[in-house]
């Protein structure tokens, strides 16, 4: 069974930096892709960013295009996510997701395992 722990949330001022990470275990890391997505309070949980199992594809929402970059480390079994420019609007709970030999999907009906998720906030 695959496990999924995230780190790296906290709370943050507006323009700063936050590096989240997420270590897989239970299967091979390597043949999943991985993805971020984020829910805030009241709204429904949205895809931040992806990389696909062979790392040569990756995708990003619009709304962090240029301000996050996703990234993995099949060694270490981990997927992290620079997050930079931090805005008050970024503030959620994220989600790291695995996807079996996926090609860093958007839809999060496409992901298999899921983490509990860590808070990321940013004041204003």
């Known amino acids: 069974q695959v496990q999924l722990v995230e780190s790296g949330g906290g709370l943050v001022q507006a323009g700063g930096s936050l590096r989240l990470s997420c270590v897989f275990s239970g299967r091979t890391f390597s043949t999943y892709a991985m993805g971020w997505f984020r829910q805030a309070p009241g709204k429904e949980r949205e895809f931040v960013a992806a990389i696909s199992w062979t790392g040569g594809n990756t995708n990003y929402a619009d709304s962090v295009k240029g301000r996050f970059g996703i990234s993995r480390d099949n060694v270490k079994s981990t997927v992290s996510l620079q997050m930079n420019n931090l805005k008050p609007e970024d503030t959620a709970v994220y989600y790291c997701?695995?996807?079996?030999?996926?090609?860093?999907?958007?839809?999060?009906?496409?992901?298999?395992?899921w983490g509990q998720g860590t808070q990321v906030t940013v004041s204003s």
């Open positions: 997701a695995a996807d079996y030999v996926g090609r860093a999907s958007m839809n999060s009906n496409e992901y298999d395992y």
